[in-house]
């Protein structure tokens, strides 16, 4: 049987720039445009030329991709004709082989929103796309509030669809901007649009999430004849987001009867990247990645109830629904009191820990869960986690220990009457029976100041005596900090990545009720987890 | 027309215990518990007696509810009667009206994880539910990987769902345990369960949103006939976690088909409380409530796109699939570089700010643009935001301006020999033209250290002279911090959430690349804006 092909369309440079705290520069727009073509994404919609200078700029600077890059508009106003429109002309004028226009396809937002009669935004529709045509561009009508606009006028909605059509519109995207059409009657209007003379292959369908059912709509979309999903990575966009490419990918290729049915421009090979491309876009927006998003998040295939880690050691397919390496993710066994001994077990086993001490399982369990009533958390502070456990173990080297430390922040002017901030750190640290004191400022080689966790690590960085080369190429990579419960008292919890060299990265965790404190706790794991994994021995 | 009654069963407390970070103490049970039953939720399963001591404790001091009390377990194993099964007397002993068991459905299950035959399995799903009915218990079956069971081998699927059917259960319970399974397939699976002679309305669905369907899937059932919906409050639950019921309780009685069809037992009135049931269990489980979130997030009714904005003004159905209101939630036009003028005049007017000086509106654009590109964030600082206005519009009070600063970290051995961390702060401030110097250490009422921000902030509201009555009140209830980019270097941006002695709580934010003064920044923002707020003239 052959395969039919199904278009993937993506909006994250347009529609979902529109999420609330996001905004791209015109850099991150490259590397996100990058990443889409490297996926193997059929359209890249890049924004919307001469509507913000972001924007702009971009086009001016277009990616070369192989996807079909594109330019997003609005269909040309009422008493001017397509030609003379300037809006139109700032989008036509960014020169891409394709362009989506939106159009209202509502009567009531014809009348109410535009102000205008319904013959004469059929009219736009319709010389706005011939217009695209003539000018040798591929042309996409995405109708506005369309499944609304069916449901309160299916006449007039139809014709919108038809009269951007019969003008040469390569597709018809059917767009649910409130969000607020459930899958089964997306299934249903998107039936009646290609029973009522628009071919399935040129029906393409752009849905939101206001429902939590964008994916799901998307797919009913498909299953009634549509061929072109619309959507974003990772689900961003305006309110609750947009259809979710990330999601929607895996399914078409892994799942019946989309596996069978459909061909995709995303390779195996590409889609053993999806994971990594899925927290590229949040390491460029700086979110933190949800750890429970379908396939690729952190959560996806992380098996805390004891029960299910047992099966799981059996056979992985009892309790996961595709083989998470095939969409470049991974098998997690996390620590928390819910967790059995298996899970345990399974947890050292990663860490190189073959424990055949019976007794010290749970031992190490109660210590992991005495110390998460204090506020710790093992579930991403892998490195952390190996620490208590080599300790509970009583494998674990006594490098050196910290006598005291002060650290101070100061804002004060300069010679030049300039408010100036600076800190400044002393560290005392015995290192075999050895007293050593290290001090160290907060500025870098610009002279600005670090603030007073990076004063502390370089201070402690600056005197380990036998261990200092271990430890030089280890640098700070991120910092995060939660107000969380310690008790009774509220107390910070900071979580810290390092990295070194190697490009090898690790998790630590410090609490205290003093953020400092906290901080410099999971700095001295960072530093201790670095002399473990480099098997460096005590003096 | 009658409505027919549709059912609510809430796992939050057991199912979304599983989830990745998340631990429950007995105390937060009661809380959530509570929040379910205000809700109107039929049954709140609270967990597993007899599986941790947890969940042990919480049923020995069990909620009195409205909904059905009911305690979670799994069927007899083979080789012993139901009377004799220990850990079946365990979850019996707990006394609850209601037993939820879960039992296998799946035959490869069957034989590889339980290790049992077909037969021995089904009799122990017949006698475990017969046991819980002759203890004058409701009984529920949870049929776990019931779905990839039917595709493997439909006759036993079915099978073990008569067995448990005919000996008495209430409740058949269709599980999607390991999430794989997508809308289209539940649909047909579910009506061929109640074809099958398993009646709709003694049949359950239990999903998973390991495709992001985990609601369109439970959707899908009970339009295939089924009446008991398993869900957790903001979808918590193992992996990528369970069908979210606070997406679809709105679902469900706002929208047909299901608001003509059916009833459930959530009130209009509890429906207005979503989302601060929402927003609680966050604040319980101290997460992140997801901007995001269908209906209760903070970006669920935000617009940002500047011709959306405006088409709002004029109607908010325009761009809105419900009104706010109906579920608790509220409108937001933030403000970003995306935002045009009627955003900004919006959130201005908000802020009881009408501006008639038509050449500050694209000032103020262009400093939050300025802002941001250096690392602010105003979409959630709306304090900030209002004080920046005010600034570019010459009407914020002169109130105080700080000289300098300095605070201290030390950690150091106190006369007992034991390591202590102590903060120190001094603070000098210009009121009036009259200099004052404060000074505050960190140690709270019990003599515990509250770290270097609770110093300065102490510091800084000992002494501000005429202002001091009106900043007695405030406290800092809320702290986040994030490393993101400013310009071309990595810096701190501190949001503080402060609340005063009327419940009046406001978000500011500092950046900076000390994270001191970036909090310090910050928490000069929120003490300003109290005084503004408080119309309070400056001295």
Not at 192 to 200: K, N, T, Y
Not at 492 to 509: A, F, L, P
């Amino acid at each position: 049987m052959t395969k039919e092909r199904l278009y993937l369309f993506d909006t994250t440079l347009r529609d979902g720039q529109q999420t609330q705290g996001v905004q791209f520069s015109t850099a991150e727009k490259h590397q996100i445009a990058k990443t889409l073509d490297a996926l193997g994404i059929d359209y890249i919609e890049g924004g919307w030329p001469g509507a913000n200078p972001t924007d702009s700029e971009f086009f001016e600077q277009a990616p070369k991709t192989r996807a079909t890059f594109t330019a997003f508009g609005m269909t040309k106003r009422a008493g001017r004709s397509a030609e003379n429109d300037d809006v139109l002309a700032g989008v036509l004028n960014a020169n891409t082989p394709a362009v989506c226009l939106v159009g209202k396809s509502h009567d009531y937002h014809v009348t109410k929103a535009l102000g205008i009669t319904l013959e004469e935004n059929l009219e736009n529709i319709g010389a706005s796309i011939a217009h695209l045509v003539a000018q040798g561009r591929e042309a996409l009508f995405d109708a506005e509030h369309f499944f609304d606009g069916y449901k309160a006028n299916p006449e007039y909605a139809m014709q919108c669809l038809r009269v951007a059509f019969e003008a040469g519109a390569r597709w018809i995207v059917l767009c649910d901007t409130n969000g607020g059409t459930l899958p089964a009657e997306v299934y249903k209007i998107t039936k009646a649009v290609i029973e009522g003379g628009i071919p399935g292959d040129h029906v393409g369908i752009h849905t939101h999430n206001d429902t939590s059912n964008a994916v799901a709509s998307s797919l009913a979309a498909v299953d009634a004849g549509a061929r072109q999903i619309q959507g974003t990575l990772n689900g961003l966009g305006e309110r609750c987001g947009n259809a979710n490419l990330v999601t929607l990918i895996p399914t078409l290729m892994l799942k019946e009867p989309y596996r069978s049915a459909f061909e995709v421009g995303v390779t195996e090979k590409a889609l053993a990247g999806l994971t990594r491309a899925s927290r590229k876009l949040d390491d460029i927006l700086n979110r933190v990645p949800s750890k429970s998003a379908p396939y690729v998040g952190a959560s996806a295939f992380a098996h805390k109830a004891g029960l299910h880690a047992s099966a799981i050691l059996k056979d992985p397919s009892t309790y996961e629904h595709i083989d998470p390496e095939i969409v470049g993710n991974e098998r997690i066994i996390p620590m928390s009191n819910q967790a059995g001994q298996s899970n345990l077990r399974k947890r050292l086993k990663e860490a190189g820990l073959n424990v055949s001490d019976k007794a010290a399982l749970p031992r190490i369990l109660d210590e992991i869960k005495r110390r998460e009533g204090l506020g710790y958390a093992y579930d991403t502070a892998q490195a952390s986690f190996e620490l208590l456990a080599r300790k509970e173990l009583g494998i674990l080297p006594d490098y050196f220990s910290v006598r005291r430390y002060r650290v101070s922040v100061e804002r004060i002017r300069d010679d030049h009457n300039v408010l100036k901030t600076l800190s400044e750190a002393v560290v005392v640290v015995e290192v075999g029976g050895e007293k050593m004191i290290s001090a160290s400022e907060s500025l870098d080689d610009a002279g600005n100041d670090r603030g007073p966790v990076n004063a502390l690590s370089r201070a402690l960085g600056k005197d380990l005596g036998p261990y200092q080369q271990v430890i030089d190429d280890m640098k700070l990579v991120d910092f995060k900090v939660r107000i969380t419960q310690g008790g009774t008292e509220a107390v910070t919890r900071v979580i810290i990545d390092s990295e070194d060299g190697d490009g090898h990265r690790w998790s630590t965790v410090g609490v205290s009720p003093n953020i400092v404190d906290a901080s410099f706790e999971a700095l001295l794991d960072a530093i201790t987890y670095k002399l473990v994994h480099d098997k460096v021995a005590a003096v």
